[in-house]
C-alpha cells in the first residue's frame, strides 16, 4: 500500500450552533413567564429595543391631555342650591350621599399573618409563666409545618437559661393555637390535639405509640397489645386521622401559592376548536427609531458598528420570539387534531401519542417538539393539564397492535374498580390484575401496584376496614 501526501477538496454540511440559533433554542423552552423575565433582562441590555406600549404612549401623550382639559373646565361647577340643602343657622350642613357615591369600608388586610407572627401576638397579649424572650427564641425556631427544629439542650444553651426553663417555655408554646405547634415528633403533635376531639376516649393515648403499626395497617397487632377489638382498635385510629399532622401549613404565606399560566388557551367554538397562544405577559417589542436613523447618518466608526450589532440582536430576538409563537400554535394545533375525542368526551378517549407523531405532522425534528412542550400549560375545556400530558404512553389491548389504551386509561379504570370494592375485602393487586384483564387491560401485578402507588392508594391490608 502505497501512502502520500495529497490534496483533495470535500464538501460537507454542517450545524454550527451560533449565539443567534442558542438564543433561539432557549427562547422555545421558555414558558411564558420565564420569556416575560428574558425580555424584561434583554430590554436593559439591548438600547435598541423597546416596547410597543412605550411608543402608543408617546404618540398618544398629547391626544389624552386634550381629553383630560375639558373635564378641568368642568371641576368647578357646582349646583351650589343643593350643596346647601340641609345647612341652616342652628345646625350644621350635612353631606347629601347618593348611592353611587357611598364610599366602601370593606374588611382589607394586605397579606395573611404568617405562624410565627400568629404565635407571637398571642405571646404578647398574655401572661405567661416563662420568660418571653425564651417563648419567643422557640417561636423563631419552628418549620413550616409546626414543629421544633431543636432540642431542649440547644434551647436552653442559646438562652442561658436551665433546662427547666427551656421546658416550661416550650410548654407555653405548645399550649397556643393551632393546638400542635412546638411538637418534636409526630406522636406528640397529635398527642397535643387531643382536647380537641370530643370526649376522647382514654385508649387513644396509648394507640399513639403504635403510630407505625397503625400506617402499615397492622391493626390486629395493634389490638391484641392494647386488650382491644380490632372494630375498637379501628374506630380509634379513624379519630386520629381527623388529626392535622402539620398544624403549620394553613398559615402558608401567599409566596407559597403558585399559579399555573397556560401557554396556549383551547376554546371550543361552533363546534369547532379554537387555539390561542397566551403571549399577553410578554411585551411587544420593537426597534428604537431614533438608533435606525442614526445609522444613515453615522459612518463606518465603532459607533455605526456597535448599533449595527445590536440591531442585529434585536432582530432576531423579535424573529426568535414569533417563531416560537408558530411553533406552538403548530404543535398545539396538531394535539388538537390527534386529541379531538379527548377534548370532546374526557379520558376514556385520549389516544396514545408519542413527540415523533407531532414532528412528522408538523414537519420539525422531535427535539423541536421536546423543547416547545417542556414546562408548558395548555388550557383546554377539560380543564389545565401539562403539554406533556398529551402524549400518553400506550399499552397493548388484547392481540391487536393498532387498539392501544393509554396508562391514564387503565389508572382511571383502577380507580373505579377500587371505589366499588367492598371495604371489608378489598381486592388484592393480583385480583385488580384480573379485573383489569376482564376490561381487555392485560397489565401484570407489579404494574398494578405501580400504578396504585401512583395514585396514593394504599394496600388491601391498609384499605380493609372490619
Not at 135 to 149: F, P, W
Request: glycine share 4%; hydrophobic share 35%.
Amino acid at each position: 500500500m502505497r501512502l502520500g501526501y495529497g490534496l483533495s477538496l470535500e464538501q460537507t454540511q454542517k450545524l454550527i450552533m451560533t449565539p443567534e440559533l442558542r438564543q433561539a433554542i432557549t427562547i422555545l423552552q421558555l414558558s411564558a413567564l420565564e420569556l416575560s423575565t428574558y425580555v424584561e433582562e434583554q430590554l436593559l441590555e439591548n438600547p435598541l429595543l423597546e416596547t410597543q406600549e412605550e411608543n402608543s404612549d408617546v404618540k398618544g401623550e398629547s391626544e389624552q391631555n386634550s381629553a383630560e382639559e375639558s373635564p378641568l373646565d368642568n371641576k368647578w361647577d357646582v349646583d351650589w342650591q343643593d350643596y346647601f340643602h340641609d345647612q341652616d343657622e342652628n345646625r350644621p350642613r350635612q353631606e347629601r350621599v347618593t348611592p353611587d357615591e357611598k364610599q366602601r369600608f370593606d374588611p382589607f388586610i394586605s397579606a395573611a399573618p404568617t405562624l410565627q407572627e400568629h404565635l407571637l401576638e398571642q405571646l404578647h397579649v398574655q401572661k405567661i409563666s416563662a420568660p418571653l424572650n425564651v417563648a419567643e427564641y422557640i417561636v423563631g425556631n419552628l418549620n413550616d409545618n409546626g414543629g421544633l427544629t431543636l432540642t431542649l439542650e440547644d434551647i436552653a444553651r442559646e438562652t442561658h437559661v436551665s433546662l427547666e426553663t427551656a421546658e416550661k417555655a416550650l410548654a407555653v408554646v405548645q399550649t397556643l393555637d393551632p393546638l400542635g405547634v412546638g411538637a418534636r415528633n409526630l406522636e406528640e403533635c397529635l398527642r397535643l390535639q387531643l382536647p380537641l376531639i370530643p370526649d376522647c376516649p382514654a385508649e387513644l393515648s396509648e394507640l399513639l405509640k403504635y403510630l407505625e403499626d397503625l400506617a402499615a395497617g397492622r391493626l390486629q397487632k395493634i389490638a391484641h397489645a392494647l386488650k382491644l377489638s380490632i372494630t375498637r382498635v379501628q374506630e380509634l385510629a379513624d379519630m386520629i386521622r381527623k388529626l392535622d399532622p402539620k398544624p403549620g401549613l394553613r398559615f402558608s404565606g401567599p409566596g407559597d401559592v403558585r399559579y399555573i399560566v397556560p401557554d396556549v388557551v383551547i376554546e371550543e367554538i361552533g363546534g369547532e376548536f379554537i387555539i390561542l397562544v397566551n403571549d399577553v405577559t410578554v411585551p411587544r417589542l420593537g426597534i428604537n427609531k431614533a438608533y435606525r436613523e442614526a445609522l444613515s447618518h453615522e459612518e463606518e466608526t465603532d459607533t455605526r458598528k456597535f448599533v449595527e450589532q445590536k440591531l442585529n440582536a434585536a432582530a432576531w430576538l423579535i424573529r426568535s420570539i414569533e417563531q416560537r409563537r408558530l411553533t406552538l400554535y403548530k404543535v398545539a394545533n396538531a394535539i388538537v387534531k390527534w386529541q379531538t375525542d379527548f377534548l370532546r368526551y374526557g379520558i376514556h378517549r385520549l389516544k396514545p401519542l408519542t413527540l415523533r407523531d407531532i414532528a412528522e405532522e408538523i414537519g420539525v425534528h422531535e427535539s423541536t417538539v421536546s423543547r416547545a412542550t417542556s414546562h408548558k400549560y395548555v388550557q383546554t375545556p377539560r380543564g389545565i393539564y401539562e403539554f406533556k400530558f398529551f402524549f400518553a404512553n400506550g399499552m397493548g389491548r388484547g392481540h391487536s397492535s393498532e387498539s392501544n389504551i393509554t396508562t391514564g386509561e387503565i389508572k382511571l379504570a383502577l380507580r373505579e374498580i377500587i371505589s366499588a370494592e367492598n371495604p371489608k375485602s378489598p381486592y388484592s393487586d393480583q385480583k385488580l390484575a384480573d379485573l383489569l384483564k376482564a376490561k381487555n387491560m392485560e397489565i401484570s401485578r407489579r404494574t398494578v401496584a405501580k400504578y396504585r402507588d401512583e395514585l396514593g392508594i394504599p394496600t388491601a391490608t391498609v384499605r380493609k376496614r372490619y
